[in-house]
């Protein structure tokens, strides 16, 4: 599924047994398996195949399971792609893009993943993650570069790095390449998911970022600790009035519809047909929240 | 012959009037003769009760082969004074001694070369952890243990099941004649509630203290009239791991949504009123709960009327902000608690025998509305088991009041994973019955709540309540583990019994057999 909520994307090391059996007890919207850094190098191969077998035998209750591969630099991606689309992965996540052709290279084997293991073509989803400067300065063809891709995500730690700064709790670093990123991504009709947060125990920080890359207009974010999952569900969860508003956009523009009107005014604010989108969002946002009550 | 929960007690054990467990309330209104200690009058002033060494104490009470002997366990992992007394004991050649304690563990592990050499030979007490546990287990000891809860220990030395032949009592603080308190020393551990019973009972008394104070050292928890012998040591205990300064509360995720669910739970209970009761157990989940509940008695303006049990200082502090109108103390786990106990006005110390024995006039667990305990395993019929471990079957656990106040408490609640590293905790049957099903209302995971069919009440009050996890069949849950970690393996053990689960009523509720 292309468009759904996808508010916290919880990182977990596909090879911790511990870990990997039932992280939906968290609620998180979505749950990365990383392949990558998580994972020793030596131990690959064993974490593809205990990824295997999770996916083949767990039952997920319909959160999106992302794996996120190898770089596309390293001897591991091909089979990283095997393992995950046999398994049944929706939704890869390729990490450090930097151009359209990335995201063509790893389609490539994904399409490959699908005919092998008889996946039906096109089904598993991407997102690209974009972690250097050239990779911010090349968002928006990377993010219209695939059918496939249902997002892309900023990582801060490898950018912070080639920036040659450091992350600061106002994280005005960020700003320009988050800017960018969401930009591109909602000019390519596609949906955008901020950084990790790695100080665990620092909540007021993390909770200012977390309002911070909302404000900004980010979907969601990668975590890496499952407190900091209730944290951001409740800073994106509308508010009452946010859900009042919005329910009573959909009933009147629905009226108007039906006479044929596709502009007017409510409350003094001008409406219109294109608004009902946004609405329908907040109004699935209050009920994945778990706060709406009316019957829309 | 094959007890209420289904378990086969094997009849050679069921010798001088030692009965099979037949239901929570069997011996309700039972009539019974209390035992009585032998007592040495003191009757001359100016006798010195302070004696120069532990062996002078345990020569004057003529300490003999084939004795009882008793501890508490208020100094926890930090206590000095079980193998302090049972060196001296087996350097002065007596053997065949029998250890009545409220609780022993880790700290006790130097005991085990005496199990072996035949000084140490019985075994009562309410938990058993570390390299005791796995002795007894192995078989090492030589008589059969008995695992009381607490209010069973207590109930079982005043209805004289078990007599004790000397007690010896840790204590922070005593005068000369043997007024002693948990308190006013350098080892503090608030309260001396184990003993109380053991100083009453027991015909020889003895006080073992680091910290003499002038007479009279009010008010005492453990009293003069009760005591033979005062001897002073140089540490009766780690003061370190006697009470922490910070009990740190769980941070661990999962467990914090089990006590987010608990106190969910409890809240949409009828039983959630001004003036309800409350006891936690001491592990993780269960101590977070408290932190749950704080703004649900805020909102709708809820004072707790009482709590017992360990007290931890997130309780003091709902005592100090006026939402918990009196504490009832029998053990503290933290610096805090041991400030305040019998200093706050209405922080008391209680007796174990106030606390939980079954056979007393009415003990307070039966008076709790609300238990909150754990387990290691929990089965399809609710039986709980607190005392073997789910991949070995060695004793590594502490009933402790577990199975008091699931018998008191209105509403008793159990809070534990689903699973503990791969293991399944919700399951087909537990390895050793501790806690039988019947006195189990509620078990919350991370993953569904599942209420006991026989409370149709509670499934009412809650099935329309918006839960952090959903409720499910115990059945379901039991599905859900074996789904993710696969039908546990039974555990095979040789026929020898090591140990008997007495239920608190003396009842036998479940055997401990020989590991393989």
């Known amino acids: 599924m292309k468009n759904r909520l996808r508010r916290t994307m919880m990182f977990l090391n596909a090879h911790k047994a511990s870990l990997v059996k039932d992280p939906y007890v968290y609620k998180p919207d979505s749950i990365i398996f990383d392949l990558e850094d998580a994972v020793a190098e030596n131990q690959k191969d064993s974490a593809r195949i205990a990824l295997y077998n999770a996916l083949k035998s767990i039952d997920y209750k319909g959160i999106e399971l992302v794996v996120r591969i190898n770089g596309l630099d390293t001897p591991h991606f091909k089979e990283d792609i095997r393992a995950a689309v046999a398994g049944g992965i929706h939704t890869v996540r390729v990490p450090k893009t930097e151009s359209p052709e990335d995201i063509f290279t790893a389609e490539k084997e994904i399409e490959k993943a699908e005919q092998e293991f008889g996946v039906e073509v096109g089904k598993t989803l991407m997102m690209g993650a974009i972690e250097t400067p050239l990779g911010v300065i090349k968002a928006y063809d990377i993010a219209k570069s695939s059918q496939r891709l249902m997002g892309i995500s900023f990582g801060a730690g490898d950018f912070v790095r080639t920036m040659r700064t450091t992350r600061s709790q106002e994280g005005l670093e960020l700003l320009a390449a988050r800017t960018q990123v969401v930009l591109a991504a909602r000019a390519a009709g596609i949906m955008c998911f901020d950084t990790v947060y790695t100080d665990v125990d620092n909540i007021e920080g993390f909770i200012n970022e977390v309002k911070l890359i909302k404000q900004l207009g980010f979907d969601g974010k990668s975590i890496i600790n499952p407190k900091q999952i209730p944290i951001i569900h409740q800073i994106f969860a509308p508010t009452q009035a946010e859900i009042r508003a919005a329910e009573k956009s959909i009933r009147t523009i629905n009226e108007y519809a039906k006479d044929g009107i596709g502009v007017f005014t409510v409350d003094g604010q001008m409406l219109d047909i294109a608004m009902l989108e946004g609405a329908k969002r907040m109004i699935e946002l209050a009920k994945a929240s778990g706060i709406y009550e009316g019957d829309l | ?296 008695m805020e909102k709708q303006d809820i004072k707790m009327g009482f709590a017992i049990g360990g007290i931890t200082k997130p309780m003091l502090d709902l005592l100090n902000d006026g939402l918990i109108r009196t504490i009832l103390d029998a053990q503290d786990f933290d610096l805090a608690s041991v400030e305040s106990v019998n200093s706050h006005p209405r922080h008391f110390e209680i007796s174990t025998s106030q606390y939980a024995n079954p056979f007393n006039k009415g003990s307070f667990v039966n ?105 499910r069949t115990i059945e379901d849950l039991k599905n859900e583990a074996y789904a993710l970690a696969g039908a546990p393996e039974e555990i095979e053990f040789e026929d020898q019994v090591v140990a008997l689960v007495e239920y608190r009523d003396g009842t036998i509720i479940d055997v401990v057999r020989k590991i393989k």
């Open chain 2, 367 to 471: 008076n709790l509305d609300f238990g909150i305990l754990a387990a290691l395993e929990i089965d399809t019929d609710f039986n709980v088991n607190v005392v073997t471990g789910s991949d070995d079957g060695i004793l590594r656990g502490a009933p402790g009041g577990h199975v008091d106040i699931a018998a008191g408490s209105k509403c008793t609640i159990l809070v534990a994973p689903l699973l503990r590293t791969r293991i399944p905790t919700i399951r087909e049957k537990v390895t050793t019955i501790t806690t039988p099903g019947e006195s189990v209302d509620v078990v919350v995971t991370e993953v569904g709540i599942a209420i006991n069919p026989k409370r149709q009440d509670l499934m009412d009050a809650l099935q329309n309540v918006k839960l952090l996890v959903p409720l």
């Open chain 2, 1 to 296: 012959m094959i007890n209420k929960v289904g378990r086969n007690i094997p009849d050679e054990l069921l010798v001088n009037g030692v009965e099979v467990f037949q239901g929570e309330y069997h011996f309700h209104n039972k009539e019974y003769t209390k035992a009585s200690p032998t007592v040495r009058a003191f009757v001359a002033p100016g006798q010195d009760k302070l004696v120069s060494s532990l062996k002078e104490a345990i020569e004057k009470c003529g300490l003999e082969d084939g004795m009882t002997i008793s501890f508490h366990h208020h100094f926890r992992d930090g206590d000095y004074i079980v193998n302090m007394v049972v060196e001296t004991i087996a350097a002065m050649g007596i053997k065949d001694i029998t250890i009545c304690a409220s609780s022993v563990g880790s700290a006790h592990d130097p005991i085990v070369k005496h199990m072996e050499s035949g000084v140490i030979t019985g075994l009562s007490t309410s938990g058993i952890r570390g390299k005791i546990g796995e002795a007894v287990s192995k078989g090492l000891l030589r008589k059969v243990a008995f695992i009381r809860s607490h209010g069973g220990r207590v109930r079982a030395i005043e209805s004289g099941d078990i007599h004790i032949d000397v007690a010896f009592i840790g204590a922070p603080s005593s005068d000369v004649y043997g007024n002693a308190r948990g308190k006013g020393g350098k080892s503090d551990c608030g309260v001396l509630s184990y003993s109380v019973v053991d100083a009453k009972y027991a015909d020889k008394v003895v006080i073992i203290t680091d910290c003499l104070v002038e007479f009279p050292n009010f008010p005492p928890s453990i009293q003069q009239v009760d005591v033979d012998y005062v001897v002073k040591v140089d540490e009766i205990g780690d003061p370190k791991k006697i009470a922490s300064s910070i009990l740190r509360f769980t941070e661990d995720p999962r467990e914090l949504i089990i006590a987010e669910a608990a106190a969910q739970v409890l809240v949409n209970t009828p039983y959630f009123k001004d003036g309800f009761s409350f006891q936690t157990g001491g592990g993780g989940p269960s101590l977070a709960v408290t932190r749950f509940l704080r703004p649900y």
